[in-house]
DNA sequence: CTGTTAGCGCGTTCAC
DNA sequence: GTGAACGCGCTAACAG
């Protein structure tokens, strides 16, 4: 019992010939070590939990499979669960996470809530936020910094000569994708001395046709913006489309920029210019820190954990110089 | 013990008083119940492993929403493994899974192998083949009959008066999205007596730059096709995109059809006509299926259990009738 | 309705 | 280098 025990976790205290009688017998019975027995009796699953917003969401599929090649590199499996960033179905699912012993966990998801905080404290294992961050910064955190990357996306728009810059934005109350963003437009602006033109801001809800329903009220306007920043990629696709169906070139009539850089970004025309976010290495990254974590190889929380991954312009085809 | 275990699981046997009392006592100790001691006693993980391709295309990450939800409405999680089609990787996470006890597993791949299916056999939990079958029909599977979906893409061509029909092909090894999708275009070709042209097949590896250099080589033919079939949605958007990189008019000038119907499907111009692939129902009926043979509500595999979810040719664009 | 008793299949001492 | 004994936290029978 015992020395098939250590045959099978590669402890060294076996005599060759004793281990390989004993693989004999396992091939020969067909014997499979039971995981689940092994996690109750060492106090380890190798699994971790991603709590993420939607799956089928191509920024965080890509996401998942950063975090999914590092665990397996790292032997973990990842139990996967859709929260679909409602607070109360996130704060379910991590409860039923730690419920099932996993040796850590990976959050993605809206705003980090003091009651997130509490669920994450009811347990002991460590937890990383992925592709966002708690206010105070107290929990490990891998992300880009989304403000100053809606800032270099803004001011790719000003140095081409834009004046007249409209934004389709999140909602403001996603602070990564909505409010930093936001914010980060506001700030290239009147870094340029530009006044905020509150018709120029309208929210979409970062699907496609949120995108061409903004654009076309900025099409209404009296004085219509000669360039649009969107939050994402997918907006920002909208806009390009409806503008060429109300009959506008661009990026001749009309520039286009965003933040993401999803695949589809390249598979446009004229294709997108946007300012590229590592979805796959922010997975990557984020499950890295984690097994670091889970071995203790680091401080429980400290700066060293947030990490900020580097973001960068992609220059495509959708921004011209303002004629 | 036994009542605090009864109060947990919902057995009725229990004086409210009690029940109110142990929850009290829950509630105070933060009491969290361990599910792996629960899944060695009862022998059940509420947990269901799915192996899948790459969970960062957009295929197959709207498969596993499917199954996720639906997993999730019988209380089940699920253990996510890319596997990326590789026969090894998918025999090894298929173990790893089965050590962990997985209640069930929903299997993604490629080749449904005889290795596969003995891998399947040396453990008892039901499995659910998805977007796939193995070839003796044996196995539980959900899918679309992608010959059929194939052919009535070809045959939306061929009733637009073209006879020169290009294929985009996957590779013949792949039995699915490869092998039947080419049969369905062999087939629809016969029937309408147009000899294949080998000239007129090529195969791509399902991305859209692939799509892009095939067409290429379409366009330096004598005697160029008037119009494109794409086994695949992203091979076809390629396929657009070289034509007007070329300065061909999508579809005046060709037309193109593919099988899929992605999210980007009706996110470019000309908005891509296709066959659909209910994508999301694939998962969801998939992981349906399996909660009832877990459940043994119904028997162990039966011709009962081969699903072929219907079709539906999407009209959009990207077809026009031969000028 | 409630408490007692055995395992579930492993890892981990501790002797040998 | 190897085996025996115990315990991980829970469910499942069985008494009471």
Redesign the pocket.
């Known amino acids: 019992?015992?020395?098939?025990?250590?045959v099978?976790?590669n402890n060294?205290?076996?005599?060759p010939?004793?281990?390989k009688k004993v693989f004999e017998a396992i091939e020969r019975l067909g014997?499979?070590?039971?995981a689940v027995?092994?996690g109750?009796?060492?106090?380890k699953t190798t699994t971790v939990g991603v709590v993420i917003p939607d799956i089928s969401n191509s920024i965080f599929s890509e996401v998942a499979r950063g975090i999914e090649d590092i665990a397996n590199m790292y032997h973990y499996n990842i139990i996967l669960c859709n929260a679909d960033k409602k607070k109360e179905k996130e704060i379910r699912v991590i409860n039923t996470l730690l419920e099932k012993q996993v040796d850590g966990l990976l959050f993605m998801g809206g705003a980090v809530t003091e009651d997130h905080i509490q669920a994450f404290k009811t347990s002991s294992v460590p937890v990383v936020l992925c592709a966002t961050a708690d206010e105070q910064r107290v929990i490990p955190s891998v992300d880009i910094d989304h403000e100053k990357a809606a800032f270099d996306a803004v001011n790719v728009l000003l140095q081409s000569g834009h004046t007249k810059i409209a934004m389709i934005s999140g909602t403001l109350q996603d602070p990564a994708n909505g409010y930093a963003r936001y914010q980060g437009y506001r700030k290239a602006l009147e870094a340029a001395n530009i006044p905020i033109d509150e018709d120029y801001v309208r929210i979409g809800n970062y699907r496609y046709e949120s995108g061409m329903d903004v654009t076309k009220h900025f099409l209404e306007l009296d004085e219509r913006p000669t360039a649009i920043f969107a939050a994402t990629d997918e907006m920002a696709i909208g806009a390009i489309h409806s503008l060429q169906d109300s009959g506008l070139r661009v990026p001749e009539e009309m520039s286009v920029i965003s933040v993401d850089n999803i695949r589809m970004a390249s598979m446009v025309r004229p294709q997108l210019t946007t300012v590229a976010q590592p979805m796959y290495d922010i997975g990557a990254v984020a499950m890295r820190l984690l097994t670091k974590l889970m071995n203790k190889e680091t401080k429980d929380a400290s700066e060293l954990t947030q990490v900020i991954l580097p973001h960068e312009v992609i220059h495509r085809n959708s921004v011209a110089q303002r004629s």
């Open positions: 019992m015992a020395t098939v025990s250590r099978v976790n060294p205290n076996v005599k010939q004793t281990r014997y499979r070590p039971n027995a092994r109750l009796a060492s106090k």
